[in-house]
């Protein structure tokens, strides 16, 4: 079994065959998804496909780029989506300067309500980050020193990581999980294994983002979650493990932050 640690399954990309993704993913082995909202909208329709499959997750939150444009109250929003039962964590939130930084002040903003609720329901996060590592990880880093769990070891994941080891051991020493997808694999990611082969085993996961980031085999076009199965395999080769011991890992590890009976 393996789970999709972060999918999109809402996006118009699977307007026209997201059952059928869905049982192409179980049929390939992978029997849980997470679906990461974006938005309001897009946190309700992730709790929507929670509830009309099994083995569907969600997890509800503002991305950045809608960061300036949330409407008053929204914090309240998310706060009853989060109390539904499939929902298992505040996200994705975080921040992203890649295009502009003009919302840089509005997506902190942001951040920090979103990191107040997560600490309120006492549920983990998933963080994005875009050309903003150092002001995001400063950022978590003084949430955590001010908001303990005592009963958790794990706070969220940093998802799509890409980073280099001192930057993944920051995280993971405030307690997030690393996630990694099909980049693993790409030309451009040489510099990554050797990243990945020098973590904790306890600290990793493995996700699509579909409908982005397809594994190499698959560039050019959609990414879905049945494709995690070839990224569970590369990252098998990179740290000399068979699959079954990747998807174990992996599986136990999302069990373990979600606090998921699976």
């Known amino acids: 079994m393996l789970i999709d640690c972060h999918a999109h399954l809402y996006l118009k990309e699977f307007n026209n065959d997201q059952h059928q993704v869905i049982q192409s993913a179980k049929n390939a082995g992978v029997s849980y998804i997470l ?3 974006i938005d309001i909208a897009s946190s309700a329709k992730s709790i929507e496909i929670s509830d009309n499959y099994s083995g569907m997750f969600a997890s509800v939150g503002i991305h950045p780029h809608s960061a300036h444009k949330v ?3 929204f914090i309240e929003e998310l706060h ?4 539904t039962p499939k929902v298992v964590a505040i996200g994705e939130i975080g921040l992203d300067y890649h295009w502009t930084t003009k919302h840089r ?3 902190l903003k942001i951040l920090n309500q979103q990191l107040e609720l997560a600490q309120q329901l006492q549920l983990p996060v998933i963080i994005h980050c875009r050309n903003a590592e150092e002001e995001a990880v400063k950022t978590l880093e003084s949430w955590v020193s001010s908001n ?3 009963n958790h070891k794990w ?3 940093r998802h799509c990581f890409s980073g280099d080891y001192d930057t993944a051991m920051r995280y993971i020493d405030m307690g997030f999980m690393l996630s990694f997808g099909g980049y693993i694999g790409y030309p451009s990611s040489r510099k990554l294994p050797q990243v990945i082969c020098s973590l904790p085993h306890e600290a990793l996961l493995i996700e699509t983002d579909c409908p982005y980031m397809p594994p190499q085999k698959y560039r050019g076009k959609r990414n879905e979650p049945a494709y995690l199965v070839h990224t569970a395999s590369t990252l098998a080769e990179i740290m000399g493990k068979t699959y079954e011991e990747i998807a174990g890992i992996t599986i136990a590890n999302a069990a373990e932050l979600f606090n998921l009976d699976l």
Do not use: D
Not at 80 to 83: I, R
């Open 80 to 83: 009853v989506l989060a109390s």
């Open 71 to 73: 409407a008053p109250g």
């Open 155 to 157: 706070r969220g994941i």
């Open 148 to 150: 303990p769990l005592p």
């Open 35 to 37: 679906n990461a909202g």
């Open 105 to 107: 002040p509005e997506q």
